[in-house]
């Protein structure tokens, strides 16, 4: 066996791997660092979109239509109002809390699924409300 002194440099069969073993890790976390970066600099915070809540109630009345209230403002700038099969198939707009609309069903014993929909600032919708009711036919 050949003898090394602190002053002689080893020849290549003698090193150790060390130093490519760290040159290999400070490759990969400077690649994974960029890639992260990367994603928040590109824009992955402006992929998720706004959540819209606001408080809607539905509820069947006794001449047997469906009465749809804005109970609670949330974040929404207004709501739709939509139902299959009723004179609301087209959305109605309810423009702030407090404001109703009455839905009538066009034929009387068929279920209708009626959903209110919440939209925010950006045009972002959340359905916050949907209940399925038996309506009477209109009067």
Do not use: C, H
């Amino acid at each position: 066996m050949k003898e090394i002194s602190l002053f002689d440099v080893p020849d290549a069969d003698e090193r150790g791997v060390s130093p490519v073993i760290g040159v290999i890790l400070m490759v990969a976390i400077t690649v994974i660092l960029a890639a992260v970066i990367a994603t928040f600099v590109l824009g992955f915070p402006d992929q998720v979109s706004e959540s819209v809540n606001a408080g809607a109630d539905i509820s069947k009345s006794s001449d047997g239509n469906a009465t749809v209230t804005w109970i609670s403002q949330g974040n929404a700038e207004y709501l739709n109002v939509t139902a299959k099969n009723t004179d609301a198939s087209n959305p109605v707009q309810l423009k702030q809390v407090g404001e109703s609309v009455k839905v009538t069903g066009n034929t009387a014993g068929v279920s209708t699924n009626i959903v209110v929909t919440a939209y925010g600032e950006s045009g972002t919708g959340t359905v916050v409300a949907q209940k399925e009711l038996v309506l009477n036919e209109s009067s």
